[in-house]
């Protein structure tokens, strides 16, 4: 087996103080200027937006020939690669799930681009369903969604190709998997849901005329595709005549009524619902306040249960009846508490889920409100799962932690026993390693949790290599997961830490909410008194410590580099969100203004925005940390321009003499269904790259 050389082997080679300047490839100026409340703000790099363009693609090939040649020349970089190879390469089995006469499940063997679909029926052998690595031959095109009709005879089934969020639809009959009709085109952001076996609906906008990977993509509309027509003859059934950013509809499992949820943000919703049993019924509104979210759970007949956080920050459940369901007809059925609820179902039960410091509990209810049982789990970790059909009595669980590899159970409703279905034969002993979980105080004297996991006998002096990693938006909770790459770093003596910071939904909406527009700084400053928190307890030291964040997890690595350079050895901010000033001109941008405001909003917003936009806030004359910057030339939700932009300032401006190099992975979007030859090859590089900047 091969085995990466320990961190103090590999000092001999390497050293942080041998690092030579680098020549980084001309990134012209071209000085373009917008206007923002008297405020003028030059843009030199506006030029680098343009993705259709040949300059920007030789300006690509010129930073990816840099970077892949530094990566290429770091000693261990194909240990660690071989490592991950090594470890990654054992089965994998997901939940199952049944429809129809077939209980499907994913799997991979070990080292396979795409998880496989597999089923069986009855006593049957396993047999694959849909095997995504014929898609392509490098595994670009990914398996992205299923939705099986109401008797499993039909599945509509989405593509990804490159990692991009629009997606192609396309309809089979499961017994022989023949494909029914033409392939639909140019959905975006969407479900589907069936109509018996006649059609379904399905969500997506209108498509760019210029660019489909960064055009404004800003009206969602909600269609009515019927089985065997084409598809320009799909009916717009809700989001024509009002706008909104991201609308879905779905029928109810007895398919008595269609449920539209429709939100100008991605917090907030109103809720419609429509009783398909009554003829010219008309589109009832639930909800109208998009401050809150409320989603229908389930219904009996016409009592709905209802999940919101609408006076309830922490969530709650309620009643109401379809024909007259507004606000002041709700009772509550399951209250809220000092913890976040979310509901799933199965087996003719509900099963209330809360995340308590690390530790998942699950409550069983019925549909009458009686409480059953606490579900029993032996050990701290995080629960998924528990969702299956009405008349299922047995469901699927999942449950894992930061260092224990996930395994599936099985569990009866009505005993309330718990059998493991399956465990994985993987090369890692979880007794190894230990997982913490501390309460540190931010800047605000906010506490803020902590989660910190290492190798048993680590010693706490200040020298060991550190990953730090965080998110803090968009109501998005980190929970305990096991991930190969991670348990590497730890394997070889790393530190890896991840912070619960505010932004996110580990504590309810005013969790959320104290991370978001003028509040976002709370953010950063938890995040910083994160690294000060391991530096002071001795995990690492400045000279030890990585950054680490994708997506708003990127903004964050951003903001926190360009505001404390000297706090952190190495950066890797990844299709991180950088220029804030326009990141709403972008794809589905726009709704991300309940977390961030835009620039136009008014002028407090906009300067609060240019005070910690990573794009607009690199200085000359600073020493910034080693970074890596990670995007896809075709991510289409957060447009590479921003890491383009933010690469070419640092580059432009660095003082120092660690490097600023950006890793620009082709035919590749945001992440989603990246194939896990890339995502070696990508974890590789990251931790090389950080190890020959942070190791002793």
Request: charged share 25%.
């Amino acid at each position: 087996m091969n085995k990466i050389i320990p961190f103090i082997l590999l000092s001999i080679f390497i050293s942080c103080s041998s690092e030579k300047n680098i020549q980084y490839p001309i990134t012209e100026k071209i000085l373009v200027t917008d206007t923002y409340f008297n405020t003028t703000i030059e843009d030199p790099y506006r030029w680098l937006e343009e993705d259709t363009s040949l300059k920007v693609k030789d300006w690509i090939e010129e930073q990816n020939k840099l970077t892949f040649s530094y990566l290429e020349k770091i000693p261990q970089r194909d240990n660690i690669r071989n490592r991950l190879e090594d470890l990654w390469n054992y089965e994998k089995i997901g939940t199952p799930f049944i429809e129809g006469e077939y209980t499907y499940f994913y799997k991979n063997d070990g080292l396979q681009n795409q998880y496989v679909l597999y089923r069986k029926r009855g006593g049957e052998e396993e047999s694959v369903f849909i095997d995504p690595n014929q898609f392509s031959e490098d595994g670009t095109i990914s398996l992205s969604g299923i939705s099986f009709s109401e008797d499993g005879s039909l599945l509509a089934y989405s593509i990804s190709e490159g990692g991009s969020d629009w997606r192609k639809v396309i309809v089979i009959e499961t017994e022989n998997k023949s494909q029914v009709e033409d392939t639909l085109l140019d959905v975006k952001f969407s479900g589907i849901s069936w109509n018996g076996n006649d059609g379904f609906y399905y969500s997506t906008y209108d498509k760019p005329q210029t660019s489909t990977l960064s055009d404004k993509t800003d009206q969602h509309k909600l269609y009515y595709h019927t089985l065997g027509t084409p598809q320009e003859k799909d009916k717009v059934v809700f989001g024509d005549k009002q706008k909104f950013r991201y609308v879905s509809g779905y029928i109810t499992e007895d398919q008595n009524y269609l449920v539209i949820s429709a939100s100008k943000t991605t917090s907030g919703n109103n809720l419609f619902i429509k009783d398909r049993t009554k003829k010219e019924s008309p589109l009832i509104q639930i909800t109208d306040n998009f401050e809150s979210n409320s989603y229908i759970s389930h219904n009996i007949g016409s009592k709905l249960y209802i999940t919101t956080n609408l006076n309830a920050p922490n969530k709650r459940m309620i009643t109401t009846d379809a024909s007259n369901p507004q606000l002041e007809n709700w009772k509550d059925f399951i209250e809220e508490t000092d913890n976040v609820l979310t509901v799933s179902k199965g087996g003719g039960y509900f099963f209330a889920k809360y995340f308590i410091d690390a530790n998942s509990k699950v409550f069983q209810y019925n549909y009458d409100g009686d409480f059953i049982r606490e579900v029993a789990f032996s050990g701290k970790g995080n629960v998924s799962g528990f969702g299956g059909k009405e008349d299922q009595k047995d469901i699927f669980y999942r449950f894992s932690n930061y260092i224990t590899p996930g395994s599936s159970f099985n569990y009866n409703v009505e005993s309330g026993e718990s059998t493991l279905y399956w465990k994985p034969a993987i090369d890692f002993d979880s007794d190894n390693f230990v997982s913490e979980q501390h309460f540190y105080t931010s800047k605000d004297g906010t506490k803020v949790p902590i989660s910190i996991m290492y190798k048993k006998g680590t010693k706490l002096d200040g020298s060991n290599p550190t990953i730090l990693y965080g998110y803090g938006g968009f109501n998005i909770s980190l929970k305990p997961s096991f991930s190969v790459i991670n348990a590497i770093w730890l394997e070889q003596g790393g530190v890896y830490a991840v912070a619960n910071i505010r932004g996110g939904g580990e504590y309810g909406k005013q969790w959320h909410d104290s991370g978001t527009k003028m509040q976002k700084q709370n953010v950063f400053d938890d995040f910083i008194a994160a690294a000060e928190f391991l530096i002071q307890k001795q995990y690492t030291s400045s000279d030890n410590l990585a950054i680490s964040g994708r997506s708003n997890g990127g903004l964050l690595v951003g903001a926190c580099m360009t505001q404390r350079p000297e706090l952190f050895k190495v950066a890797l901010p990844a299709v991180g969100v950088l220029d804030m000033l326009r990141y709403h001109t972008f794809t589905a941008g726009a709704g991300w203004a309940y977390d961030y405001g835009t620039s136009e909003t008014s002028k407090e917003m906009f300067d609060y925005l240019l005070n910690y936009s990573p794009v607009h806030n690199v200085n000359e004359g600073v020493e910034y940390p080693a970074t890596l910057v990670l995007t896809g030339d075709h991510d289409d939700r957060v447009v590479p321009a921003h890491s383009f932009k933010f690469a070419a300032e640092l580059q432009e401006k660095q003082s120092g003499i660690s490097p600023i190099l950006i890793r620009i992975e082709t035919n590749a979007g945001h992440g989603s269904g990246t194939p896990i030859s890339k995502r070696i090859e990508e974890a590789a590089d990251v931790m090389g790259f950080v190890l020959y900047h942070c190791a002793k």
